[in-house]
């Protein structure tokens, strides 16, 4: 449940796709539930799947940025901290906002980079190419 009070299920069909003209999956009737918010297992799952993302980001070789690689580092050390010692909601919160905040700097270092990268290459383009040109 979100901080909003909402409650979001997420249902994946068993084709991987849908198709209204072909498949169509039906629910009669489901339970919820609630186990409580002392049982973070799920919390655990969310948190291990953000913490592999940082991971992955940070052994990019696009990520060159000392900041963005200290920031996902010290994200990643900290939620591992976090589910190692027991997650709380709130501990919960703090980790995932943590994660999410490297994440999302991590990928404007490499954006960065790549565009630095494409214009230096266009640059040695026009510094090395051959043939007539008007000015």
Request: proline letters at 0%; charged letters at 30%; glycine letters at 8%.
């Amino acid at each position: 449940m979100g901080e909003d009070g909402k409650l979001r299920l997420g249902i994946k069909n068993s084709y991987g796709f849908c198709r209204l003209d072909r498949y169509m999956d039906g629910f009669d009737k489901f339970e919820v539930e609630y186990l409580g918010a002392e049982d973070m297992t799920g919390a655990e799952t969310s948190i291990n799947a953000l913490i592999a993302t940082a991971t992955d980001m940070v052994n990019k070789e696009v990520l060159t940025t000392q900041e963005a690689k200290d920031g996902l580092n010290a994200a990643i050390e900290s939620a591992n901290k976090a589910v190692s010692e027991g997650l709380t909601l709130e501990v919960y919160n703090e980790q995932v906002a943590g994660l999410n905040a490297a994440i999302k700097a991590g990928q404007e270092a490499i954006d960065a980079a790549t565009a630095l990268e494409k214009r230096n290459d266009n640059h040695n383009d026009k510094l090395t190419s051959v043939g007539e040109r008007k000015l």
